[in-house]
């Protein structure tokens, strides 16, 4: 009796191990996480001095990037998942000034907006519909805007 519960204890310890080998070592046989679409989207800032930049881009999977004390004039162009909201924002630094902030989706201008004075703040920001047909996602209206302190 004793070496029955012993070769049972011994073939649950070899499934055991063999399950937890095989889920080590699996080959990944299954299908990737597939590439979400996305969109051309160019964040231009204009003015003198520096300012501090955020701004959302798909390299950082979908989260804010912040350029600190970035020198202006600035612009980048970036893909953005359909379904996010491009953003690009901008802070003024205590020497103030004026400076604009400019959204594009596939080069086609959607906001501009300016930010003025002692720690000035703007954002500009658009629409990129999720796909859900074939058809081209539409950008957002144009809208021009000041922000203030």
Do not use: N
């Not at 011994?10 to 191990?17: D, Q």
């Not at 989207?41 to 798909?58: F, P, S």
């Not at 600190?68 to 379904?83: I, Q, R």
């Not at 902030?101 to 519909?129: D, E, K, M, N, W």
């Amino acid at each position: 009796m004793d070496r029955r519960v012993v070769a049972v204890a011994a073939a649950l310890v070899l499934a055991c191990a063999g399950l937890v080998g095989y889920g080590v070592l699996s080959t990944g046989d299954e299908p990737g996480e597939r590439a979400a679409p996305t969109a051309e989207v160019t964040y231009e800032v204009r003015g003198e001095g520096t300012a501090d930049i955020t701004y959302l881009a798909r390299s950082e999977a979908g989260k804010a990037t912040i350029a600190s004390d970035v020198t202006l004039p600035w612009k980048k162009t970036v893909e953005v998942p359909l379904g996010e909201e491009p953003t690009v924002s901008i802070l003024l630094g205590e020497e103030g000034g004026e400076a604009s902030c400019a959204l594009a989706i596939r080069g086609r201008h959607v906001q501009r907006s300016t930010a003025f004075g002692s720690y000035g703040r703007a954002t500009c920001s658009g629409a990129l519909q999720a796909p859900e047909s074939a058809a081209e996602p539409v950008a957002e209206p144009v809208v021009e805007g000041r922000s203030q302190p």
